[in-house]
């Protein structure tokens, strides 16, 4: 008997509607809610006024850990924060990764080869683009999303002429475009190694993560802007950003490296960026969660959707640190057990995270399309601060 079968011969035992029928739904996972969606018109309508009404969809961390040899084997996982789960996205047919997988922020994912470029940012990463290969062949370059464009800079091998080269893919017109150099100043940090990105439909943001000296890139006039220093607080030695509604967000840390006094959030507002206000502090107890077993914390990676914040330590990825921004602050913090980590798993995998808006849509059509399916994953405990 499947799900819907199921649910429908539960409506004809007991007649549930209204209120009651969608306070039960808001406690359901969502990925559980698409058969009952199928029941009936009253359970569809039902389903989804729980969705508007009790329990709203959140955005999902997208998990990709990967194989550092060829074939690159990739399992992928995703959390789920409104049902508190973890899953294992299957894909079908199985992407075919041409080489590691990588992101500059939390959007896309991309390959990158001698003979391919390819990318992906619908919110599951079931579809893929396949494309030439920018002109210049680059080994770390920033990768990002602006509109209908896609922005390749930096990252360009040593024997390359420029290492500041910028490239852009029009998604419109399928073609490649030869852009202005990132700014000589970032000649020794041009790679997604070094800045944090930042985009929105407009824009790109690159952050210098040591300096705090940030550019901003316009894919439609292809100009670099004048410096700015986001930093207000000059006891930062490390930083990432990431976008939130119309603001950025800075995530800090405090101290040095061997002493992290404090890791602090920050939003960001104006033409420059110029208006600050402190948003919150991360408790101490998840600060050392974050450091783990390491003695000192050199960096810190950033995922950023909606109101979401995921902060890892890419040197100690089993454990994440979660926090919800609302308009006036951060509601809460939580750690979060990685479940793509496994015992021994650690030193042969690679660890790729995203984020994306995922509701009932998304997930029908990657089922009804045969793309993808869904599976629990036992993810271990999960904790609010």
């Given amino acids: 008997m499947t799900d819907e079968q199921k649910l429908r011969k539960t409506e004809e035992a007991a007649d549930i509607r209204g209120d009651v029928l969608e306070s039960i739904l808001c406690h359901v996972p969502l990925i559980h809610l698409l058969p009952a969606t199928h029941v009936s018109k009253s359970w569809n309508h039902a389903v989804f006024s729980s969705l508007r009404h009790f329990n709203k969809p959140k955005p999902w961390l997208l998990v990709h850990a990967q194989s550092s040899r060829p074939p690159y084997a990739t399992t992928a996982l995703a959390y789920d ?29 991309y390959m990158l080869s001698l003979s391919k470029f ?30 209908c464009h896609v922005v390749v800079a930096g990252g360009a091998c040593d024997f390359e002429d420029d290492p500041l080269s910028v490239e852009i893919y029009n998604l419109d017109t399928r073609r490649w475009t030869t852009c202005e150099s990132m700014p000589a100043i970032l000649k020794d940090s041009a790679a997604s190694t070094w800045l ?9 943001y690159a952050m210098d993560q040591v300096s705090g000296v940030t550019y901003s890139f316009d894919p439609s006039s292809r100009i670099w802007s004048e410096p700015f220093d986001l930093r207000h607080d000059q006891n930062i030695y490390f930083s990432a950003i990431g976008y939130y509604g119309d603001s950025l967000i800075m995530v800090g840390l405090l101290g ?21 206000k402190e948003m919150g502090v991360m408790p101490k107890e998840l600060v050392v969660t974050l450091k783990g077993e390491q003695t000192n914390l050199f960096s ?58 995922v509701g009932l849509g998304d997930l029908g059509k990657a089922v009804g399309s045969g793309k ?3 599976s629990l994953v036992d993810s271990g405990n999960l904790q609010r601060f």
Wanted: proline letters at 6%; aromatic letters at 10%; one cysteine or more.
């Fill in 81 to 109: 924060p409104r049902s508190n789960l973890w899953l294992r996205i299957n894909q079908n047919p199985p992407i075919e990764y041409v080489s590691a997988l990588r992101s500059s922020n939390s959007t896309l994912l």
């Fill in 118 to 147: 390819s990318f992906s940012f619908d919110p599951l990463h079931l579809l893929w683009h396949h494309v030439d290969p920018p002109l210049v062949w680059r080994t770390d370059p920033i990768v990002v999303v602006v509109g």
């Fill in 196 to 204: 944090s990105v930042a985009a929105n439909a407009k824009k790109l």
């Fill in 256 to 276: 040095n490296s061997e002493y992290v006094k404090d890791v602090k959030i920050w939003e960001l507002k104006g033409e420059s960026f110029e208006f600050c």
């Fill in 300 to 357: 810190i990676r950033i995922s950023l959707m909606g109101e979401f914040l995921y902060i890892y330590n890419p040197g100690e990825p089993e454990e994440l640190v979660v926090c919800e921004i609302d308009g006036e602050g951060l509601r809460w913090w939580r750690s979060l057990k990685n479940a793509a980590v496994s015992d021994g798993s650690r030193a042969a995998k690679r660890m790729v995270l995203t984020c994306a808006n």
């Fill in 372 to 374: 993808g399916s869904f």
